[in-house]
């Protein structure tokens, strides 16, 4: 199939404003499948003209947080709907099982736009109590009004989801946006934005430009009329993008990458523990912001853990996902996979022991073998690095303090796992570990009303949940003077 996608600016389809376009590569086949326009700066500046007139005169502006959260519902059916288009757009771009997806990514996307219907109607100002104007009494009220035209930048890993975690929330609060899709996965949030004219949410208010992140990305950064970027990628990208957007007083809202550990006691519940590592491991060949790739493991088990695991690993059948009885895809791209094989290498040198995998030479297609190493510290790179890809690294520990001590002893603080059968235990755990979500006894699940976002290194901000649809909203404090 050959794949010829354009943007979508005021509801019609665009190429780039020189005709340049992108390759969009298959990882299984390494075959060139499609393509997609490369975004100029002239086509993000369209895009947010677009964005910018119906926040300020078109019909959006119109329509009140009921009437939004109605195209909300419209549009969640329309995603459910076409679940396994969806599913399949953005497993294929990636390599991916389309079963994750069909369970996990597009459901979410539904749930997060059914919650946001009802946020719509509920961002609520304040009245204050005030010592009145120079002796005369006056009465203080706060509005939520939206806080512009809103750039959201998405990885590839769950295009779509992620894509929806800002939309949902962005468009509860009476935003519009421009969004720029990753280069290797625009097929999806192209279709949302069809499926959103269906549902009659009026053109301009969502639109989507495709291309690189030093060109279109930067383009939306530095925009004098974009008040918000929602970022989610790299911290490298992050990091650019506070330089850019942040000195521009910019609200910045940053989900970045992690190193989560999973903090797996010697009276943990064994089995439970081993599957919920190794689906924390492997989900999505480990390209998980919040994949469990440190795993700290106490002494009494650590042995017949760290063999258990492994041996999950070279159980997983790795191939073409499109295949029946395949479990694990390719990773997504070229440099993904120089990438995880150069940090397992990085393992062995470091003198970590290699349990399962290792370095991969296939003949075709980004495939990485589900690798496990044990004996590891923290001081190494894959102990502290964010890999991206299917890669454990077990590391031993003797006490609670200890545990904690190593869990937080990272740059990243995004989510953490804690495996145990003793409450008192896990609670003192999850309140001394400095991440953003922690998981007893099971993955923080990702649910349309929990907040998600990091800390440290991890980002800044929270996404989802009421809060999620409030920080797309600026509070504005209006005073009336009241003389008797
Ligand atoms: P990336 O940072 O390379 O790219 C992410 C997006 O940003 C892409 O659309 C890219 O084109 C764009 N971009 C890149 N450089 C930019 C710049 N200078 N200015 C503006 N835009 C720019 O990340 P990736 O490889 O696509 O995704 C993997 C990373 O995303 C990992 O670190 C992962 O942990 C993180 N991630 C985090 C979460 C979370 O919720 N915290 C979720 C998924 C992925």
């Not at 998405?154 to 800002?166: A, Q, R």
């Not at 990305?217 to 989610?232: D, W």
């Not at 523990?273 to 689906?279: E, H, I, S």
């Not at 102990?383 to 003797?398: K, L, N, Q, S, W």
Request: glycine letters at 10%; aromatic letters at 6%.
């Amino acid at each position: 199939m050959t794949e010829h996608l354009n943007h979508f600016i005021a509801g019609t389809g665009v190429e780039a404003s020189d005709g340049r376009r992108i390759a969009l590569v298959n990882p299984v086949t390494e075959q060139v499948y499609g393509s997609c326009a490369r975004g100029t700066a002239e086509d993000v500046d369209r895009a947010v003209a677009a964005a910018q007139r119906q926040l300020e005169h078109g019909a959006w502006r119109q329509l009140d947080g009921a009437q939004r959260g109605r195209l909300l519902v419209k549009l969640a059916d329309l995603v459910e709907r076409d679940t396994d288009v969806l599913a399949d757009l953005d497993a294929d771009a990636i390599g991916r099982s389309p079963l994750e997806p069909r369970r996990l990514d597009v459901p979410n996307a539904v749930a997060n736009l059914r919650a946001a219907a009802g946020w719509a109607n509920q961002l609520e100002g304040r009245t204050i109590p005030t010592g009145g104007y120079f002796g005369t009494k006056t009465l203080s009220y706060t509005v939520r009004e939206p806080v512009g035209v809103v750039g959201a930048i998405v990885p590839w890993n769950s295009p779509l989801m992620i894509t929806v975690w800002k939309l949902a929330a962005l468009l509860a609060a009476g935003c519009t946006v421009v969004i720029k899709p990753s280069e290797e996965t625009p097929q999806s949030a192209l279709h949302l934005a069809a499926l959103a004219q269906e549902a009659g949410f009026p053109d301009g208010v969502i639109n989507v430009v495709t291309g690189y992140g030093a060109e279109v990305g930067r383009a939306l950064c530095e925009h004098p009329h974009v008040a918000k970027i929602s970022f989610t990628g790299s911290p490298e990208a992050g990091r650019e993008i506070q330089r850019t957007a942040g000195v521009l007083f910019k609200h910045v809202a940053l989900e970045l990458g992690g190193k989560s550990p999973q903090i797996v006691f010697d009276d943990a519940p064994f089995d439970d523990a081993l599957r919920g590592c190794t689906l924390g491991l492997f989900a999505n060949q480990g390209q998980v912001c919040a994949a469990g790739s440190r795993i700290l493991v106490q002494r009494g088990i650590a042995e017949r853990f760290a063999a258990a695991l492994a041996e999950a690993a070279r159980a997983v059948k790795v191939g073409d996902p499109r295949e029946p009885g395949v479990q694990m895809g390719p990773v997504a791209k070229k440099a993904q996979f120089d990438r995880v094989n150069r940090y397992i290498q990085l393992g062995i040198d470091q003198g970590a022991t290699l349990l399962a995998g290792g370095v991969s030479t296939p003949e075709r297609g980004w495939f990485v073998r589900p690798t496990i190493f044990a004996n590891a510290n923290n001081e190494m790179a894959i102990a502290r690095d964010e890999i991206f890809g299917p890669v454990g690294t077990v590391i031993t520990f003797d006490s609670e303090e200890e545990a904690v001590a190593l869990a937080n002893d990272s740059t990243y603080g995004l989510a953490a796992t804690v495996w145990t059968t003793d409450l008192a235990r896990a609670h003192r755990v999850a309140a001394a570990v400095k991440v953003g979500a922690v998981g007893v006894n099971c993955w923080s699940p990702l649910d349309a009303n929990l907040p998600w976002g990091g800390v440290k290194t991890s980002g800044i901000g929270r996404e989802g949940g009421f809060g999620g649809a409030m920080a797309y909203t600026e509070e504005k404090v209006i005073t009336v003077l009241l003389p008797t």
